[in-house]
């Protein structure tokens, strides 16, 4: 059974930083790209990021440019999310997804609540 | 990268059809056969319901279909039944490795 499990997140002052895992099993992790989708509190979905099947290629939506960096380590079929200088608009619910052809996403994790605020 | 335009809310009555419209543009939607939906239960993860603007995944019902024109990509539920009532999002890419959602649709079942 393919299944993706996001860990790291929590509560964390505006400014401060904060790295998501997400751990993947049941396919072949370095054939897919990757990527992390975020839904603030009752409002809808928004792309975050996404990263090539080994690691050479990431984009980003252009509001955390700058601020988040997408990794894998493809031997531990892991994704990350390194989060710096968090914002309030940052908080979320962030979900890591397969992403086949790099075109759509199948399946999702189940997420983790980041909550930005002091 | 502005989120795809998706009606706030649609209801139908069991048993029968609705149609869900997400609108773009002609650098996202119209651009490239890479239009997706997904359902979303409360408190649950998003589930992929149509690929390519109108494949379905192995396992989803054969009630639920896509479409699109030009700008505009249309998700159909047929037979609606009180499971299908949840939220629904398109997403398409948008060119440069990068994706835009819809701003969702809630679909109540009366």
């Known amino acids: 059974e393919v299944q993706l499990v996001e860990s790291g997140g929590g509560l964390v002052q505006p400014g401060g930083s904060l790295r998501l895992s997400c751990a993947a099993s049941g396919f072949t992790f370095d054939n897919y790209w990757m990527s992390w989708v975020r839904q603030a509190p009752g409002k809808g979905l928004e792309w975050v990021a996404n990263i090539q099947q080994d690691g050479s290629e990431k984009y980003y939506v252009n509001s955390v440019k700058g601020r988040f960096t997408v990794s894998r380590d493809n031997a531990k079929n892991s994704l990350y999310l390194q989060m710096n200088s968090l914002r309030v608009e940052d908080t979320a619910v962030y979900y890591c997804?397969?992403?086949?052809?790099?075109?759509?996403?199948?399946?999702w994790g189940q997420g983790t609540l980041v909550t930005v605020s002091s | 990268q502005s989120a795809l335009t998706q009606p706030a809310s649609v209801s139908g009555s069991p048993g029968q059809s609705i149609t869900i419209s997400c609108t773009g543009t002609s650098s996202d939607v119209g651009s490239y056969n890479l239009v997706s939906w997904y359902q979303q239960h409360p408190g649950k993860a998003p589930k992929l319901m149509i690929y390519e603007d109108t494949k379905r995944p192995s396992g989803v019902s054969n009630r639920f279909s896509g479409s699109k024109s030009a700008n505009t990509a249309s998700l159909t539920i047929s037979g609606l039944q009180a499971e299908d009532e949840a939220d629904y999002y398109c997403?398409?890419?948008?060119?440069?490795?990068?994706?835009?959602f819809g701003t969702g649709t809630k679909v109540t079942v009366l």
């Open positions: 997403c398409s890419y948008a060119g440069s490795s990068t994706y835009v």
């Open positions: 997804a397969r992403c086949p052809r790099g075109s759509w996403f199948d399946p």
